[in-house]
């Protein structure tokens, strides 16, 4: 019997997920999401062509891999379509081998409005959203009256579509949320939801299965399988810094629960660094920079979000934060991105630890949100070279492989390997595999 291997961000998301996952896909046969939906934004770049996928695995590509829909995704029909539309532009049938489960659930129209709503009445303090409808999809989840998409094969889906929507615009109006001029992609309400009723037959097209039973049976038979996560361990709505989070479990446990796996068929966990920090939206970010280094890192690294197109806040690396997400991970091996973001750079910097009203710490404050956080710094030399053409892990520049090496002893969990550009032929692992 084999185990699920995890590969998973370790910051607050747009660590490069989606392009490793498609460097290690030919190692597995079977690539699972399970968490997550619209919100994620996971872009992978080859061949001189950029592709971004939201809630379809990044396995997909790979013509002879099976890529599964866990339950614990979120699926918007309109968004499902569009990017089946767009692989198929690609020449990539999504129908041939993609599985979606019938327990992951949907998110509707008005999902999308009570975001806004929600948002909205927040005010100053609104969170920075996606819109994409995922907190109240999530919500209606654990209230116990979401639909799923085993749903949309029976007889009294549209009537309880319906007074889903209808308890939706009831929870509007109270909110005072003007539902006449609300849009979704320049659509009225009434006319985004005929798009999203259209969708449906894009989805029946699919094979919807349980795939709790497939998983297992997978491991059952000795095959290959890797759990691919969204977001980033730091969003996590438990341990992430809330409530600037998202509304799914975004590290290793969530596997079980997203994909119905038990705890003892977790393999190894692989997470996934930038050589820096960015996050998109509001919340704490102890080592963001509002000054010109800030603002080269953001145009260096192109840091906008590929699902909202915000630019990303941009800073050093945070040892505490990756420290603790390691801890609750479980993490064995790390694969750290985008170094050559770095390569100008005279100075590179790493935030040891912090300093909270007086006090070392290199703990994540439950107060993470309100008390005021100096980050203490240990200064690197910069590499000051390219990294391009560089294939082998012992010729990066050694003060490249001086700085990876500190990152290991810091979160004591050995780098597996360094993506260093876009494209998913540059990325050197250490040991040449």
């Not at 939706?168 to 006319?191: C, M, N, P, W």
């Not at 399988?225 to 479990?249: C, H, K, N, R």
């Not at 704490?284 to 840091?303: K, M, N, S, V, Y």
């Amino acid at each position: 019997m084999s185990k699920v291997d995890v590969l998973l961000g370790l910051q607050w998301g747009d660590e490069g997920k989606g392009k490793i996952v498609d460097v290690l896909t030919p190692q597995y046969e079977v690539i699972a999401r399970f968490q997550g939906g619209p919100n994620a934004g996971h872009t992978l770049e080859f061949n001189g062509i950029k592709h971004v996928l939201h809630i379809i695995p990044s396995g997909i590509f790979h013509k002879d891999k099976v890529n599964v829909i866990g339950n614990g995704v979120l699926i918007e029909p309109c968004i499902f379509r569009g990017e089946v539309e767009a692989l198929r532009e690609r020449d990539v049938d999504a129908t041939r081998n993609l599985l979606i489960s019938k327990k992951a659930h949907l998110i509707i129209p008005t999902h999308r409005m009570l975001d806004a709503a929600n948002e909205q009445a927040k005010g100053n303090l609104r969170i920075g959203s996606t819109l994409k409808g995922i907190g109240p999809a999530y919500t209606d989840k654990i209230a116990r009256s979401g639909l799923r998409v085993g749903d949309i094969v029976q007889d009294d889906f549209r009537e309880r579509y319906e007074l889903l929507k209808y308890q939706h615009l009831q929870t509007a109006f109270t909110l005072k949320f003007d539902v006449d001029s609300f849009r979704i992609d320049g659509l009225t309400l009434a006319e985004y939801e005929q798009k999203w009723l259209d969708s449906m037959a894009t989805l029946r097209a699919f094979k919807l299965i349980d795939s709790e039973y497939y998983i297992n049976q997978c491991l059952a038979e000795g095959r290959k399988v890797l759990a691919e996560g969204a977001q980033g361990s730091m969003l996590d709505i438990d341990f992430g810094s809330y409530p600037f989070v998202t509304s799914s479990s975004t590290i290793t446990a969530g596997v079980c629960s997203g994909l119905g796996v038990a705890p003892s068929k977790i393999g190894r966990v692989m997470g996934i660094t930038k050589a820096y920090c960015t996050r998109v939206g509001a919340g704490p970010f102890p080592t963001e920079l509002f000054d010109e280094t800030g603002a080269r890192l953001c145009e260096i690294g192109h840091e906008y979000g590929a699902t909202t197109g915000r630019s990303r806040r941009c800073g050093w690396i945070d040892l505490p934060a990756l420290r603790y997400s390691c801890m609750l991970n479980g993490v064995t091996d790390l694969f750290v991105t985008k170094p050559d973001v770095l390569n100008d750079f005279d100075e590179v910097k790493m935030c040891t630890h912090y300093l909270i009203e007086g006090k070392e710490t290199d703990r994540i404050p439950f107060e993470y949100n309100s008390v005021p956080i100096e980050p203490q710094y240990a200064t690197f030399k910069g590499w000051k070279q390219s990294l391009q053409g560089i294939a082998d892990f012992d010729n990066l520049p050694e003060a490249l492989r001086t700085y990876l090496a500190a990152l290991e002893q810091a979160v004591q969990v050995p780098v597996l390997a360094v993506s260093i550009s876009p494209d998913r032929k540059d990325v050197i692992f250490k040991n040449g595999k």
